[in-house]
């Protein structure tokens, strides 16, 4: 975070959140409807507020330099979606810690220890929620995956170069993934393809 | 959209959404419960679905040579965010004209004639939003900005050249600008900074 996302935001919680509501609450979120007041036109607001956990997802590349993938189906869009294998962080589990054991349920891949390309707000607008991209090299599959019963993906590798081509095709349609490859192509400053 | 992605999706709608249920309805989205059956396994789950509108956002580049990026208090990171203007399409708008819409109120600029870069699910597992980014180039101010009242924003104009180093700092931490504006540079394929 840079510090001008660090200073004193424009708008402040009202009575330490005594106007707030819930209005649904699950295993997976909670919604809530937020009160925040303008500290420039004194003006208060109530936001929707989704508070759901923090994601994290791979670029895990093996040994034959091919980028690992994984295509499921997404209620929302109703249609399969072909992504870099991640999920949620656990409470208190370390993003990258998250990131690997994501890596290895979903595909049986585990690599060298993961590097960080960097985190993200995934919709600040209305979602607590940050997406935190990694990097796992040499990858390489050391067991079966082992899937949430409501789980079931195939795994697809890609070489590296032909992992830009998914995005500008439009094969990969999922903004949060497209913002992690591209990112880590940016960072990696090579394999555009 | 890629043919893989327009076939048959590997789960279906359970009974024409009998068993879905609305969970809360306001102005902004519909919560819902939806219903689907794996064709796979068989197997029937209920997804959570929030039906939101599509959104849009524009790269806009001064006849300057500067990219135009606004800044505004986000809920649910409780932060200001330093984006590209952009916001909800309205109901049968065309995302380009939105989008020109959309900047023209946030900054007061209007440009060229919209250039598409392409859309992405915003985040396809739980909301319907797609999100589009489009390219408005010889941008220069023509109005003043027209502000719902609770939106509050600062206009900030960045050298086309810097805008990959406000991704790489941090200064930009919203993924579907992230998304949007490392698209545009991949296909501009140049302004990389």
Redesign the interface.
């Known amino acids: 975070?840079?510090p001008?996302?660090?200073?004193d935001?424009?708008?402040a919680?009202v009575d330490g959140g005594a106007h707030d509501r819930t209005?649904?609450e699950?295993w997976?979120?909670t919604?809530r409807k937020?009160r925040?007041r303008?500290r420039?036109?004194g003006?208060a607001?109530d936001?929707?507020?989704?508070h759901?956990a923090d994601a994290v997802h791979a670029i895990a590349i093996t040994t034959e330099g091919e980028v690992l993938f994984v295509?499921?189906?997404?209620?929302?869009?109703?249609?399969?979606?072909?992504e870099i294998p991640g999920g949620l962080v656990d409470p208190h589990e370390d993003p990258l810690v998250a990131g690997a054991r994501e890596l290895l349920e979903e595909t049986g891949y585990a690599g060298d220890p993961p590097e960080l390309i960097?985190?993200?707000?995934?919709?600040?607008?209305?979602?607590?929620s940050r997406?935190t991209t990694i990097v796992i090299r040499n990858a390489r599959k050391v067991a079966e995956p082992k899937l949430d019963?409501?789980e079931?993906l195939t795994v697809e590798k890609v070489p590296m170069h032909d992992v830009?081509g998914l995005?500008?095709?439009?094969?990969v349609?999922?903004?949060?993934v497209?913002?992690g490859i591209?990112?880590w192509?940016?960072?990696e400053g090579s394999p555009?393809g």
């Open positions: 975070m840079s001008e996302n660090l200073a935001p424009s708008w919680r209005i649904e699950n997976l979120f919604l937020e925040f303008s420039t036109s003006l607001h936001f929707f507020v989704i759901l295509r499921q189906f997404r209620a929302a869009s109703g249609r399969d979606s072909l960097g985190t993200l707000w995934s919709n600040p607008s209305i979602v607590t997406t019963h409501t079931e830009l995005v500008r095709s439009g094969k349609d999922h903004a949060l497209v913002a591209l990112w192509l940016a960072a555009r």
